[in-house]
């Protein structure tokens, strides 16, 4: 899963956001699309609106905490001009991502494919669970449905993930990687309700209207 809905921009700093009361709801709508799903564990980054969303969808089981698989870093975006913030933004999951870009000045891709993948690969090596719930980013998702598919490192950025969406994958014990469903959407199954935006389109509006 992706977290459920949070404000970026709110004058906290990025790793202590919190579900807004619409992020609430959507986690709830994943626990009921989830609830006779028996997960064996659950993992999340650690960040705040992973472990708030995990504690809604699966409330049985005490959240892991996985820092390698927190959200992709930006770099300081405050001094720039607006007009440079939003190409960055929305240009920054476009097609296959060169892996020595910066997200939004911060982080190469290629360096945050090399924290991630360890995580799932060590994950997949413990044989003690069957089903796991992870909540985590979605540019971590990208990341993991991007190897999933590909079996590269590398970075596909045109999956969409949308806030407390739901992705379904089956590793098998040869490492074979099946993806069954992206971006399910349980509070918007159709995803007509919401604007036609990306993520990061309504990141820069986000954005914009912290500004304002």
């Keep these: 899963m992706r977290h459920a809905e949070v404000r970026y921009f709110d004058g906290v700093q990025s790793e202590h956001v919190v579900l807004t009361e619409n992020g609430r709801t959507q986690a709830d709508a994943a626990a009921g699309a989830l609830r006779e799903v028996a997960f064996d564990r659950v993992v999340t980054s650690g960040l705040t609106r992973t472990l708030q969303t995990a504690r809604i969808v699966a409330p049985g089981l005490e959240p892991e905490e996985r820092y390698g698989l927190r959200e992709i870093e930006s770099g300081d975006i405050r001094e720039l001009a607006p007009h440079e913030v939003q190409r960055m933004m929305t240009a920054a999951f476009r097609g296959v991502v060169p892996l020595d870009t910066r997200f939004l000045g911060g982080e190469r891709i290629g360096e945050f ?4 993948l360890p995580e799932i690969d060590a994950l997949l090596g413990d044989d003690d669970w069957d089903l796991a719930l992870l909540v985590l980013h979605g540019a971590v998702n990208r ?5 999933a598919l590909t079996g ?29 469903g992206v971006n399910f959407v349980p509070y918007d ?7 036609r935006l990306t993520t990061m389109e309504h990141l820069w509006q986000e954005y914009e209207d912290s500004r304002a």
């Design 113 to 116: 494919i090399d924290r991630v």
């Design 189 to 195: 199954p159709v995803q007509v309700r919401a604007p």
């Design 143 to 147: 990341a993991i449905l991007s190897y």
């Design 152 to 180: 590269e490192r590398t970075f596909l950025g045109g999956f969409e993930q949308s806030p407390g969406c739901i992705n379904v994958l089956d590793v098998g014990v040869d490492g074979r990687w099946i993806v069954r």
